[in-house]
C-alpha cells in the first residue's frame, strides 16, 4: 500500500452514498472500493449498528476498509481491529439516563394525540429513539401521526421543553423520520469518528444528507476538519471519486 496518497483518506457514507438507501451494496461498487483503495485509504461511516453496516458491506466489511465507524465511531474497526467503543449509559450514567426517561415517560403519558402504541423509548446503545406514539404502530398509522404532526408540532415541541430541562446535560436532540427524534450527546453526530483520524491531513467525506435540517451528514460535511461533497446516488460516488483521485 506503500503507493497511496498519504495523510489522505477518502471517508464515505453508507445509506444512499455506498448503497441505495437500506439496500446491499452492488458487486460494482464493491469492485470499484478495492480499486479506489489502491490510491487512496478508505474508511465509511454509517448511523447504523454493526451488524446493519456488516449486512450491506458485506461480512468483510473491516477488512474491505482500513476504517469502519458504525453508530457514527461509537465503534471503530482499524485495519479489521476493534479500536474504540463508547455508549450511552457509560457516558451519561444511570442516574442522569433514568431522570430524562422518567421525564421522557411522564411527558407522554399527559400528551393527547389520536392514537398510541408502544415502544415509546427505544435504547440504543448510543441514543434514545423517542417517539410520541410508539415505534410498533402499523405503517399506515406512522403516515398519519406524521401528518398530524405537521400541523400540531408534538415532536418540535416537545423537544423544546426536554432541550430546555436537560440543557446542563448537553444533548442534541435530533428530528428525523416519520414518528420520532433521538436524543444524544453534542458530538455524537458523524464528526464523533474524526476523532481517530488524527493522522490524516485530508479527509474527503462523502455523503448524501449533507443538508442542515435533518440532514445527517451534515455535522461532518461542514466540519473544517474535512473537504465535504456531497453525492446523489451510488453511481454519483463512484463519478466523483473517479474524478478526484482516479483522474477521469
Ligand atoms: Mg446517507
Redesign the pocket.
Known amino acids: 500500500m506503500a503507493a497511496r496518497i498519504p495523510g489522505l483518506i477518502a471517508l464515505f457514507?453508507?445509506?444512499?452514498?455506498l448503497t441505495a438507501?437500506r439496500k446491499v451494496v452492488t458487486p460494482e461498487m464493491s469492485k470499484f472500493m478495492q480499486e479506489l483503495r489502491k490510491v487512496v485509504t478508505v474508511g465509511v461511516v454509517g448511523g447504523s449498528d454493526f451488524v446493519k453496516i456488516s449486512e450491506q458491506l458485506g461480512n468483510t466489511v473491516t477488512n474491505d476498509f482500513d476504517y469502519v465507524f458504525s453508530e457514527n465511531g461509537l465503534l471503530a474497526h482499524k485495519e479489521g481491529k476493534l479500536i474504540g467503543t463508547q455508549s450511552l449509559k457509560d457516558f451519561i450514567g444511570e442516574e442522569k439516563l433514568k431522570e430524562i426517561i422518567n421525564f421522557t415517560l411522564h411527558y407522554i403519558a399527559d400528551l393527547d394525540i389520536p392514537i398510541k402504541r408502544g415502544t415509546f423509548i427505544e435504547f440504543r446503545s448510543g441514543m434514545l429513539n423517542v417517539s410520541p406514539i410508539g415505534r410498533n404502530c402499523s405503517q399506515e398509522e406512522r403516515d398519519e401521526f406524521e401528518k398530524y404532526d405537521k400541523v400540531q408540532n408534538i415532536r418540535s415541541k416537545m423537544v423544546s421543553v426536554l432541550r430546555e430541562k436537560f440543557a446542563h446535560l448537553n444533548l442534541t436532540f435530533s428530528v428525523g423520520g416519520q414518528i420520532s427524534f433521538d436524543v444524544f450527546p453534542q458530538g455524537w453526530d458523524k464528526t464523533y469518528c474524526l476523532k481517530y483520524l488524527d493522522e490524516f491531513s485530508e479527509i474527503h467525506f462523502f455523503?448524501?444528507?449533507t443538508y442542515k435540517v435533518g440532514g445527517?451528514?451534515h455535522e461532518i460535511y461542514e466540519s473544517e476538519r474535512t473537504i465535504g461533497h456531497t453525492v446523489t446516488s451510488p453511481e454519483d460516488t463512484m463519478k466523483q471519486c473517479k474524478a478526484l483521485f482516479l483522474g477521469n
Open positions: 457514507d453508507v445509506d444512499g452514498t438507501p455523503g448524501d444528507k445527517n451528514d
